[in-house]
């Protein structure tokens, strides 16, 4: 009965900026720990982001320093701020809930191309 929706992918040049959001539709968001996940064409689906109830964050290495996760519980809203975009940050993200199941959102399109 937990439902995600991400949204605010879109085309970006490099060096450009996106936010994306995830609201998640659900009893108790504050309990879930969320994340963040990428997958390129033809790539595994990889961790990007992770944030606790707690707010312990984790980041994959790639994104150290350029990207910030966050999570506003009042709005049930998980954000991913990406800053300094590279193309090799093109994929689909996808947001992740776990509080013993996991949930998946639909995904949301990033190309970052000149």
């Known amino acids: 009965q937990v439902q995600l929706v991400e949204s605010g992918g879109g085309l970006v040049q490099p060096g450009g900026s996106l936010r994306l959001s995830c609201v998640f539709s659900g009893s108790i968001f504050s309990r879930y720990t969320m994340a963040w996940y990428r997958q390129a064409p033809g790539k595994q689906r990889d961790l990007v982001a992770r944030?606790?109830?707690?707010?312990?964050?984790t980041y994959a290495e790639p994104v150290k320093g350029r990207f910030t996760i966050s999570r506003d519980n009042a709005k049930n809203t998980m954000y991913l701020q990406m800053n300094s975009l590279k193309p090799e940050d093109t994929a689909v993200y996808y947001c992740?809930?776990?509080?013993?199941?996991?949930?998946w959102g639909q995904g949301t399109q990033v190309t970052v191309s000149s």
């Open positions: 944030i606790t109830s707690g707010g312990w964050t």
């Open positions: 992740k809930a776990d509080f013993g199941n996991n949930y």
